[in-house]
């Protein structure tokens, strides 16, 4: 590279030492086959934000497509949605007759990357964004957040998409029961405040304004799965209370040492927890790339 191809902000940088770099990070939102809207984000700002982000913060479905993001895999996520998790073979309530799981994880996760499309490892081991997922401690409720390597990467995206009543039990990690981090905290927006983050982007997979409604008749059919785990439980029965306060945090936050880019859904985003039908996938898709567009331009301006 000449000389004529520094840009002069660059050598100003590096001639009069600047502030301290913000810390970055970015988080998302757990939801099942609703993150194909997080794919379509991540994919269209994948040039012009790798190695932005200092760190990552990820619930359930969400942390698979983080480490799409993080190894550099533009499309991967995307494939996989259209491609495997529409299917029966991942989604089936006709196995929950069988008193089996209705939502196939270990084909979702650990078959689709060992047989079809293998995360790249040795990217992911080697960025310079860290990455964290959060799971939900099913003996005690709490949340737990964990930085996975890259031996344990699968078992830990596993325990964190682990989501109750569409699975019969938690999953196991490091010898303790986990289910879906999103259970205990749905969108981690001031676990990352609290981390340090100074700049956030937090992509989440329902439309602004959406708030949940209790499911009486799925907790009294489900809930017998679960009872041994009393505080999981009683977390479950209340767990459009606990979403509800979340999504008013995130959409209301407010601070002076932290500037937040929410990214939404469209109001006429139709994808939902278990939607296979492959019009509606893309159409989600599409509409994630485009909100995608739209922060890289932001992002853009800043540097």
Not at 77 to 103: V, W
Not at 229 to 245: A, C, W
Request: glycine share 6%; aromatic share 8%.
């Amino acid at each position: 590279m000449g000389l004529k191809d520094i840009k002069p902000a660059d050598l100003i940088r590096k001639i009069i030492p600047g502030r301290p770099k913000k810390k970055w990070a970015l988080v998302l939102e757990g939801g099942a086959m609703r993150c194909i809207f997080t794919a379509g984000v991540l994919d269209a700002i994948q040039e012009t934000a790798q190695g932005r982000f200092d760190f990552i913060l990820s619930v359930s479905a969400g942390a698979g497509c983080g480490v799409s993001f993080m190894a550099d895999q533009k499309g991967r996520s995307q494939k996989i949605f259209l491609n495997y998790l529409s299917t029966s073979e991942f989604i089936d309530f006709r196995r929950f007759l069988k008193g089996r799981h209705i939502m196939d994880l270990g084909y979702a996760i650990k078959e689709i990357n060992d047989k079809i499309l293998p995360i790249n490892v040795e990217k992911y081991s080697s960025s310079k964004t860290a990455f964290y997922t959060v799971l939900t401690c099913a003996e005690t409720g709490e949340p737990v957040c964990i930085k996975p390597d890259k031996e344990d990467l699968l078992d830990a995206i596993i325990a964190s998409c682990n989501l109750p009543y569409l699975t019969t039990h938690p999953a196991e990690y490091k010898g303790r029961k986990y289910v879906d981090g999103g259970v205990a905290i749905p969108i981690p927006l001031k676990m990352a405040v609290d981390m340090g983050a100074e700049k956030i982007v937090t992509i989440m997979t329902r439309p602004e304004g959406f708030h949940k409604t209790k499911s009486r008749l799925l907790h009294k059919v489900m809930s017998p799965f679960f009872k041994e785990f009393r505080n999981l439980s009683e977390l479950l029965q209340n767990d459009d209370v606990t979403y509800n306060i979340n999504k008013t945090y995130v959409e209301n936050f407010q601070s002076d040492t932290v500037e937040h880019f929410p990214i939404v859904p469209p109001a006429d985003f139709k994808v939902d927890r278990l939607t296979t039908r492959q019009e509606t996938l893309k159409q989600g898709y599409a509409m994630g790339v485009i909100e995608g567009l739209k922060l890289s331009e932001k992002l853009k301006a800043m540097d």
